[in-house]
Each structure stands twice: as structure tokens, then as C-alpha cells.
Nanobody, 121 residues
Framework: QVRLVESGGNLVQAGGSLRLSCAAS????????MGWYRQAPGKQREPVAA???????NYADSVTGRFTISRDNAKNTGYLQMNSLKPEDTAVYYC???????????????WGQGTQVTVSS
């Protein structure tokens, strides 16, 4: 019913920047919270940042001051601007969204397929 597609992952040197995008499509009435998670090899998936429909945000301590989450509600798209990247930011980044689906009145949680971010030292 709803699909999330991430893009923007790449190989970048330490200190560089990347901007990830997450485009949602399908039977979307409203997107509540959008978030970004990441999973490094051998580690559990962890939350990175989240943004509510009203614009309030929160961040993991490890990315505060370097990453900025934003969204365009008209386009059903979320973004993660990543600056001052470090090798420890290397991971697959996943988009997550809580979506109210048309005609259901129910909130469903969706995940994207992930996009690889690799930061070289």
C-alpha cells in the first residue's frame, strides 16, 4: 500500500557530506513521524533521527550537531543532511515512516530498502 524509497547513499571521505532522501508513495493520507535508522555490519539497527509531522526533531547523541533531518510534507519526502561524516557513520541507512493509510484510519509502519553510506578515513 505504501512504499518508501531511499536514495543518496555513496562513498565519501571523512569530513564530507551526503544528503539522503526518502520518497514515500502509495495510499498515503498522512505521514506522522518520519525517521532514519542505520545498521553497521555486525551491529543492531539504531535510530539516528526523527521528525514529527509538525516539525519537531530529535537526534541520536552521536550525530547531534552534524546531521539534520527535514521533510517536505507536500512531496511526502524526508531528508537527512549529513555533514562532517566520520568512518563510524558507515552503515546502511533505512527510512522509517508512520503512515495513516487512506480509507483505513489506521497507522502503519513502513521501512525502506536501505541505502549504503560508506565513509573512508
Amino acid at each position: 500500500q505504501v512504499r518508501l524509497v531511499e536514495s543518496g547513499g555513496n562513498l565519501v571521505q571523512a569530513g564530507g557530506s551526503l544528503r539522503l532522501s526518502c520518497a514515500a508513495s502509495g495510499r498515503i493520507f498522512r505521514i506522522n513521524t518520519m525517521g532514519w535508522y542505520r545498521q553497521a555490519p555486525g551491529k543492531q539497527r539504531e535510530p539516528v533521527a526523527a521528525i514529527a509531522s509538525g516539525g519537531s526533531t530529535n537526534y541520536a547523541d552521536s550525530v547531534t550537531g552534524r546531521f539534520t533531518i527535514s521533510r517536505d510534507n507536500a512531496k511526502n519526502t524526508g531528508y537527512l543532511q549529513m555533514n562532517s561524516l566520520k568512518p563510524e557513520d558507515t552503515a546502511v541507512y533505512y527510512c522509517n515512516a508512520e503512515v495513516v493509510v487512506y480509507y483505513s484510519g489506521t497507522v502503519y509502519e513502513y521501512w525502506g530498502q536501505g541505502t549504503q553510506v560508506t565513509v573512508s578515513s
